[in-house]
């Protein structure tokens, strides 16, 4: 699962064979200590999960769940030692399983790794009196971040991941936030992969930590109170964001303020500052639904004032300039309008662009001369900039290939002249642009460098649709290189829920495909907005199953148009796109060649009739809530990939979990590759790679990151028999 935010906000290389021999074997050490099995002897079979009676009964409906017992029910504290020694089974069929691949795995990982330019830096961009910037070295696995004077003088680290992360088997940073006028830098660490960040504060002037620590929070990190205090949301037991705290530079964190606390668990709490900085906004909302509170950033503890109530299905968000509120929303269209309301009367909302059928507005951004719209017109990003006198009249920003992934990038002033865009396409490496408003023009600032060498004249990008089960068309981006055969294999990913567009972009990493012969496939399915609002909601709840048809569908539309062939689509997906894996096995098993699975949302009936787990209040809009209705009960267990999974054979698979993931928990795929080893009738390969310290996202760091993206690949290659095919082209 996968929760949106609800405010707004605005790797890398060819390296020398020493740094590549110490970071092999670095990689495959840390690889085999993590998932070492619990005998030293290889296992020369499966391991198959006890069954358990269990059995529970909603609305008359009894179910059967023998593998219950594999939710350690003291989570998130996991220590069930039969729950523990099963993951680690798991893991030894793993490794001995992708033993004979090793050499093809650490193949795949070096040429992915020559594709990245390993020191490499962020374009630098200017806030305040600074020009800051993130770069990475050779050999390193976390970035450095820096900063110089506008006006001249060294450079200064002002933050090294690397020696954050020292030591330690995972880290990720989160929230990096610095105070208006420079001085301090507020920053938040995941050590474990929970999700649960612990905040410090640095002062750049002097380099010294302050004593102020704030633990258990997740989301931003917000400068208010003229940069002498912070605004932050601390997470329940449950991992919920239910309050906007204030923390006080130089106080203890039991004295924080609470700035607002919400009352609906099913909903979430978000801070961010106005164009200007001056106000404070506090939202609070769920997937369909938002509220939205202001206060003078001056003055965080003076009295919020509440927007516009919280309507059932009307979403909002806001921003403020010279007095004036702009308010995005789809009260009266599904597409969104913007409008905008005074400060002394903030819900009454006036036009300023009303909503489309035919474009799709996605949000906004505030300037001091101009203000940008962003959206989507047949599918395609727009940014568009538009002048308040006249919001109606817009100069689009023309972008040179017919599909593409575009938008606005890191833009932390309020005067600006010049607009940082990011762009990138199917065979076009992620570029930085700057956009001058008053010349129209753009400028090339950086593009992606693959060290190994890249030709874009090999490769080519179409769009197509095909023809879903009901009649929808269903767009579909593909790439492949232009003297591939037709009929080959092709790997198909989409992810499929929350309103999330799967965008056109280019990966470095795909190329160890494409060059083997396929062609990479991103099915633009319903459940995302890639379409519009409505594509989106007619992916959700009720309409659930339209995402997983059109999946299938798509697969067998591209058969039919001589791209491949049966048993040649393979296919990824991961979270809710694992459960869309699920759900296309449980339906049409024989159209794969191997599925690749990550952190599956699979256990969808019961995490959805479980209310004390993190996310599960919140999800409900999504998908249904089978506590209070036998429909939404009936209709999920009719698709839930656990549920539904029966007597047949199913293509071969790899599925990966995360013992302190938060978000799709560690025991549903634990359960549902338990199952499917009890039912399935085939002598395919089952795999399950369990990550023992990490969370969602898997293990961090860049190179961690690749490897597991190299197994992937190489699992895939080891099924569809293209092992031979090693070195690629």
Known sequence: MNTPLIVSASLAALITLGSAGAAKATDNASNQEENSSVTKEAPTSPPKAEKRAHTYTHHGITISDPYDWLYDKSYPTIDDEDVLDYVKAENAWFEAQMAPQAELTETLFQEMRARIKEDDSTVPQRMGEYLYWSEFEEGSQ???????????????????????????????????????????????????????????????????????????????LTWVANDTAIVYGPSTEEWRTLEAKLHVIGTDQADDVSLYKEEDESFSVGAGLTAQDDYLVIATGDNETSEVRFVPADNPTAEPVLIKARQKGVEYSVDIREGELFVWTNDDHINFRLAKASLETPGDWETVIAGSDEFYLTGFDLFKDFFVTEGRLNGLDQVQIRQYDAPTALSSIEFPEASYDAGLSNNPEYDQTKLRL????????????????????????????IPSGYDASLYVTERTEIQARDGTMVPVSVVMRKDRPAGGPLHLYAYGAYGYAVPPGFSTTRLSLVDRGFAYAIAHIRGGDDLGRRWYLQGKLNERTNTFNDFVDVGRGLIAKGYTAEGKVTASGGSAGGELMGAIINQDPSQYGAIVSHVPFVDVLNTMLNDKLPLTPGEWQEW?????????????????????????????????????????????????????????????????????????????????????????FAFILWQMGMTDEAEGE
């Open 142 to 220: 976390y970035r450095k971040h820096w900063r110089k004077p506008v006006a001249g003088g060294e450079a200064v680290l002002i933050l090294d991941q690397n020696e954050l992360a020292e030591g330690l088997e995972y880290f990720r940073l989160g929230a990096l936030s610095i105070s208006k006028n420079g001085r301090f830098m507020a920053y938040a660490t995941d050590t474990n992969g929970s999700e649960r960040y612990t905040a410090r504060i640095k002062d750049l002037q002097t380099g010294e930590l302050l004593v102020d620590e704030l633990t258990n929070l997740r989301g931003g």
């Open 624 to 712: 249904g809530n089978p506590i209070e209705s036998k429909q939404a009960f009936a209709y999920i267990l009719s698709y839930s990939p656990y549920d539904q999974v029966s007597a047949q054979d199913y293509p071969p698979m790899l599925v990966t979990a995360g013992l302190n993931d938060p978000r799709v928990t560690y025991w549903e795929p634990a359960k549902w590759v338990a199952k499917l080893r009890e039912y399935k009738t085939d002598d395919n390969v089952l795999l399950m790679k369990t990550n023992m310290g990490a969370g969602h996202g898997g293990k961090s760091g860049r190179w961690n990151s690749l490897y597991e993206t190299a197994e992937e």
């Open 422 to 449: 990011s762009y990138e396409s199917m065979i076009t490496p992620d570029t930085v642009f700057d956009y001058d408003v008053a010349a129209r023009s753009l400028e090339k600032l950086k593009q992606q460098e």
